[in-house]
């Protein structure tokens, strides 16, 4: 019989056993009009998805960074989830005015507690601010 690997030897760590880890994810949602109702909508509508997408339960997200492109100016998405009882911090921060940026974009950078990797979330119109590099 073979001895098993030594104390230095990796071991697969089965999902349900791994430690969770602070990680960071994307997202971003196209609003129909700059009012205070379809901003507090597409905010719900994008952080929900990002959420049941990512498997994650609601007490996993630690804060959110949420942007807002300069023409949406009625509302913020973090007033917005507060009025929906999240007590989790929140800030928001105006994206920056770029030449072919998406119209009505609130965007955002959930920092979350999670075991394997997160997949982004874009809705309506909005898409990555920079397309993913291709592998060389």
């Known amino acids: 019989m073979s001895p098993g690997p030594g104390p230095s030897a990796e071991r697969a760590v089965p999902a349900e056993q791994a430690v969770p880890a602070v990680r960071a994810v994307r997202g971003a949602v196209t609003v129909a009009e700059d009012t205070p109702r379809q901003i507090a909508a597409a905010t719900r509508r994008l952080v929900g998805e990002l959420l049941v997408r990512n498997g994650l339960e609601r007490d996993a997200v630690i804060s959110l960074m949420f942007t807002c492109s300069p023409d949406l100016t009625s509302d913020t998405p973090a007033l917005a989830l507060r009025e929906e009882g999240w007590e989790v911090p929140a800030l928001c921060a105006a994206d920056t005015a770029w030449s072919g940026a998406p119209a009505r ?20 119109d909005s898409a990555p601010t920079r397309p993913a590099q291709s592998p060389a």
């Open 105 to 124: 974009t609130v965007r955002v950078l959930a920092h979350v507690t999670s075991c394997g990797p997160l997949a982004p979330v874009y809705l309506g």
